[in-house]
């Protein structure tokens, strides 16, 4: 770790010698997509951070497509318009050669997810910032087994798109975790919701009606989940059924907060951004900027306690998205 944050600390200080000529400074913040609240807090973050130290944030969206992100990071890269890359990724793989050989030259963050394997920090770059999807996957299913008691039950998860490496992580870990904390449930059934309000109705409506005997709904988005009880109230079983999310939007602390949602993992999209953007900006300035990783688990918003939010603590939190 000692090499690590060595590495890390002279590609800092030499991006702050270089940059400091250029400024203000302009940042390619790359992310997955727009079109969400959670993608919304994150890019007002974004954009707030670099306002408030004279920097311009520019905002390259990815469609959800690996593709068309591999693009559009080459095209920041070469177009030479940038002093900094923030790079929230859709496929960490299929960037990770171009993304730690952009680091030999300008400061390059991380935001979410990995980009070269399970490790969140890659070495040579700034910082990684955001949350570890297969652990919060893992995080996840322990809650719901809390929901059911140790119930011998039938589990229902409706899922993000299965394309994405953060979804395929996620979905890894709430698989393991259902074995891990309550062997004796099932999951009967993983539609994908694919982060899309419409779709995650249908697929509730489907799922109760091929398992009548559902006891449990989990999904890896509270956008979805605010949709499954929908579905839920609509089929007379909400409140019956437990229903578990992933995220913290206001509308699921709504429904935790009426007892219709058993409870969530909460997310920081604010700082998730916020900490990758002036994580860039020091680097540029020449700060001494070490590759600490920052979880927004460990937040101190939690005080240390974790960021599972049930009816018994939801009202000491307000949602970010």
Request: with cysteine.
């Amino acid at each position: 770790m000692a090499a690590l944050a060595a590495g890390a600390l002279v590609v800092a200080v030499a991006a702050g010698t270089a940059g400091a000529a250029n400024k203000p400074y302009k940042v390619a913040y790359l992310i997955g997509g727009l079109g969400n609240t959670y993608l919304t807090a994150q890019v007002d973050a974004a954009k707030a951070a670099g306002k408030a130290r004279g920097a311009t944030v520019d905002i390259i969206a990815g469609d959800f497509t690996p593709a068309t992100q591999l693009t559009q990071i080459q095209d920041a890269i070469s177009s030479g318009k940038y002093q900094a890359i923030v790079a929230e990724t859709l496929d960490g793989a299929t960037v990770c050669k171009l993304l730690t050989a952009a680091a030999k030259k300008l400061p390059v963050s991380i935001v979410t997810s990995p980009i070269c394997g399970s490790n969140p920090y890659t070495a040579g770059t700034v910082k990684f910032s955001g949350r570890l999807d297969f652990q919060d996957g893992q995080t996840t299913a322990k809650l719901a087994c809390t929901a059911l008691a140790g119930a011998a039950a039938e589990i229902a998860f409706v899922t993000g798109p299965v394309a994405l490496t953060s979804v395929q992580l996620f979905n890894k870990g709430f698989v393991a975790g259902i074995k891990a904390s309550c062997p004796t449930a099932k999951i009967v059934a993983s539609p994908a919701g694919n982060y899309d309000p419409a779709a995650s109705l249908a697929a509730a409506q489907d799922v109760l009606q091929a398992h009548p005997n559902i006891s449990l709904i989990a999904t890896g988005a509270d956008n979805m989940t605010v949709a499954v009880a929908k579905g839920l109230k609509s089929a007379g079983k909400l409140g019956s059924v437990k229903l578990v999310g992933y995220g913290g939007t206001k509308e699921a602390f709504a429904l935790i907060k009426s007892g219709d949602m058993f409870g969530t993992v909460m997310l920081l999209p604010k700082q998730e951004a916020a900490v990758g953007v002036n994580a860039v900006l020091d680097a540029l300035d020449g700060k001494k900027v070490m590759p600490k990783i920052y979880l927004e688990k460990d937040d101190p918003i939690f005080k240390g306690k974790g960021n599972i939010i049930t009816k018994a603590n939801v009202a000491q939190f307000t949602a970010q998205w």
